[in-house]
């Protein structure tokens, strides 16, 4: 019996640092941006030397695995990847990590995904290759035994496993845990037809507004009543440096962020979720699993790369005593 698998994307990850970067609109004008906004400029047909460089894997599905792993719990991974050198690794450092990929599909048809992460002044820009172009190839084991799922952003052809999820989870009892990316949040349908057996949801702020349609700027209440109106039975959103929420029928609840020496962002989102789902599973509140989230993140993003800050149960409870507690809206 697994305690947590999760489902989703996996990609090897390369962040990159180059020495000379300017932050700011050349002439005023770039396509699709405003003057208001920060982009990156780099001289074109130029060599860019790079400062720093780490190499890791990441993936939300893949990152909530391995950080479910080190809290201790019996995890597995469902997903696919190239029969290439990256999906090699991919594998070992899964299996290193604690993370049971009898599940993880291989195919010479595809190729792995790979992102590259331009970090600079704590905040990062992808650029990404998705590899895997048709999600209806992951399918849910026949033998699937597990207390809970979590279910991570996917790509075209997601409607299938959405289906055999729904299924299987009111078949065999099984909580779950959701974090839709844009190809569902897109797919009202789909979206809403799995939320109805959602246990808890994952989105951020933008995602939220994005999913229930009510307006922009949109009240936090009103976007976590509408989220709850779907069926989960408990919504979160998270909003950056503001923290993250959260409702459950009953209780608005804000926590503000745990302080941290922000180094790169990347993998901060998933670190939460991994926290929160983790205090659940453990069978605590939700006011506590929002205070496990928020210093699981705050620990990812001290350091470079989605994986590298994620903490075990010892290291969560020792900061505890620091974290700020939720208070009711």
Request: proline share 3%; glycine share 10%; charged share 25%.
């Amino acid at each position: 019996m697994f305690d947590v698998v999760t489902i989703g994307d996996v990609v090897s990850d390369i962040f990159i640092k180059p020495s000379e970067l300017s932050l700011s609109c050349p002439m005023g004008r770039l396509r699709g941006k405003t003057c208001f906004e920060s982009v990156i400029c780099l001289p074109y047909g130029d060599k860019i030397p790079i400062s720093e460089i780490h190499y890791d894997i990441g993936g939300s599905a893949a990152n909530v695995a391995v950080g479910l792993s080190r809290l201790g719990f019996k995890t597995g991974f469902i997903g696919a990847v190239g029969r290439d050198q990256n999906g090699q690794k991919i594998i070992s450092q899964l299996e290193n990590e604690g993370v049971d990929t009898r599940w993880v599909r291989q195919s010479r048809d595809i190729q792995t995904n790979f992102s590259i992460i331009i970090h600079y002044k704590g905040d990062r820009t992808i650029l990404i290759y998705r590899g895997l172009k048709d999600y209806s190839v992951l399918q849910l084991p026949k033998s699937l035994n597990t207390n809970w799922l979590y279910v991570g952003p996917l790509g075209e052809g997601f409607e299938r496993l959405y289906s055999a999820i729904i299924s299987k989870v009111a078949e065999k009892n099984i909580k779950l845990a959701l974090n839709p990316g844009s190809f569902q949040i897109k797919s009202r349908v789909g979206l809403k037809s799995i939320l109805r057996v959602v246990e808890i949801v994952f989105v951020n702020k933008e995602e939220a507004e994005e999913i229930v349609d009510i307006g922009r700027p949109a009240m936090i209440k009103n976007l976590l009543k509408a989220l709850k109106q779907y069926g989960t039975k408990v919504a979160v959103i998270t909003d950056g440096a503001e923290g993250a929420y959260s409702f459950d029928g009953e209780e608005f609840l804000h926590i503000p962020a745990y302080q941290a020496k922000r180094q790169e962002v990347t993998g901060a989102g998933d670190a939460f979720s991994t926290g929160c789902l983790g205090a659940l599973v453990l069978g605590k509140d939700t006011s506590e699993s929002l205070r496990w989230g928020v210093i699981n993140s705050a620990s990812v993003i001290e350091k470079i790369g989605a994986e590298s800050g994620l903490l075990d149960i010892a290291q969560i409870e020792r900061r505890l005593n620091k974290a700020p507690k939720p208070r009711v809206l």
